[in-house]
């Protein structure tokens, strides 16, 4: 069963950084695809990043090309990493992970329709 938990969220202020952590862990099997969604106040989630089961293919949303990296590390459990750079206040959200034990990535990434495990979430404050 497939068990998710965010972690290293916080408040910084614009042109910082964070990075949060997101651990499966039930993870038993080989790597599947996972994503970072984020909800801001009022908005809809929105995807902001996913990487492959190897970690070789990455997606991104265009808000965060150049400034966020997803990682992951399949040696132990199933752990996938969003360094968040030059954070800007409209980066302000609730921060998700995702999966599916059945989702391989591709066009439809940031859809979350195709994820059905997801985290609690982790608050993302940046004051201006």
């Known amino acids: 069963q497939v068990q998710l938990a965010e972690s290293g969220g916080g408040s910084v202020q614009a042109g910082g950084s964070l990075r949060l952590t997101c651990a499966d862990s039930?993870?038993?099997?080989?790597?599947?695809?996972m994503g970072w969604f984020r909800q801001a106040s009022g908005k809809e989630r929105e995807g902001v990043a996913g990487?492959?089961?190897?970690?070789?293919?990455?997606?991104y949303a265009d808000s965060v090309k150049g400034r966020f990296t997803i990682s992951r590390d399949n040696t132990k459990t199933n752990t996938v990493y969003l360094e968040m750079m030059n954070l800007k206040p409209e980066d302000t959200a609730m921060y998700y992970c995702?999966?599916?034990?059945?989702?391989?990535?591709?066009?439809?990434?940031?859809?979350?329709?195709?994820?059905?495990?997801w985290g609690q979430g982790i608050q993302v404050t940046v004051s201006s």
């Open positions: 995702a999966t599916d034990r059945n989702f391989r990535g591709g066009a439809t990434w940031s859809d979350a329709n195709e994820y059905n495990a």
């Open positions: 039930g993870y038993t099997y080989g790597s599947i695809y």
């Open positions: 990487i492959s089961r190897s970690g070789i293919s990455t997606d």
